[in-house]
């Protein structure tokens, strides 16, 4: 089956500072979504990868697909306390089925 | 527009009672729906899928259940539950096809 690790598994960064979560997949990535969830809410859509090499923006968060690493990372430009929460990383395993890595815990400080 | 409610949100049960988890969507028709559960340290996991009325199709193996009635109600249940069924349940769907889930806002259940 496959597995998605990511890390760091938290992090904390001083508000105004830049970021990098990565996923890395025992198996070939054909699809990689991005989730973030703040604690006892539910998962909110960040963004969908589908091709190698593929980079998404939406607004101070980018996200890129490495197929040849079988990895993705999640960057966060000039983090803000809004940005704050547990970052998901999810991948196809069979039909129509996701599966997540553990997450990521981010605490931004002012 | 499409939602999803998920209820309760908070639920205390103590150990060997029964369990009922009520998922709705709304704005869609035969969507795939998802139960998954969120234990600390352990991640998602998903329990059970659906694709259609009464067609389910389990995970991991244990002490829950799942049914669909209807075509945008998923119910997950238990007849007993246990100490390690506590966790934070996330009922999730998406039209058919591999883009992308939408989640409920899940349902906290401690066992006691």
């Known amino acids: 089956s496959q597995e998605l690790e990511q890390s760091p598994q938290s992090l904390i960064v001083q508000e105004g500072k830049n970021l990098t979560i990565n996923c890395t997949s025992s198996?070939?990535?054909?699809?990689l979504y991005w989730y973030k969830q703040k604690y006892g809410e539910g998962l909110i859509f960040l963004m969908m990868?589908?091709?190698?090499?593929e980079e998404k923006s939406h607004e101070k968060i980018t996200a890129k697909l490495d197929e040849k690493k079988q990895q993705s990372s999640l960057h966060i430009t000039a983090s803000q306390p809004s940005h704050a929460g547990i970052y998901l990383c999810?991948?196809?395993?069979?039909?129509?089925?996701?599966?997540f890595g553990k997450g990521t815990m981010l605490l931004v400080s002012p | 527009s499409q939602t999803i409610h998920q209820w309760p949100a908070t639920l205390v049960q103590p150990v060997g009672s029964p369990l009922s988890l009520e998922c709705t969507v709304e704005?869609?028709?035969?969507?795939?729906l998802y139960w998954y559960r969120q234990a600390a340290g352990r991640g998602l996991q998903l329990l059970f899928y659906?694709?259609?009325?009464?067609?389910i199709s389990s995970e991991v193996p244990q002490n829950l259940s799942a049914s669909r009635p209807q075509d945008r109600q998923f119910i997950l249940s238990s007849k007993k539950l246990l100490l390690s069924d506590s966790g934070f349940y996330l009922c999730?769907?998406?039209?058919?096809?591999?883009?992308?889930?939408?989640f409920g806002s899940g349902t906290r259940l401690t066992v006691v």
């Open positions: 999730a769907w998406n039209p058919q096809g591999p883009y992308g889930y939408t």
């Open positions: 704005g869609t028709s035969n969507p795939n």
């Open positions: 198996k070939t990535l054909y699809g």
């Open positions: 659906s694709v259609g009325i009464g067609q």
């Open positions: 999810g991948a196809g395993t069979g039909y129509s089925t996701l599966t």
């Open positions: 990868l589908q091709k190698g090499g």
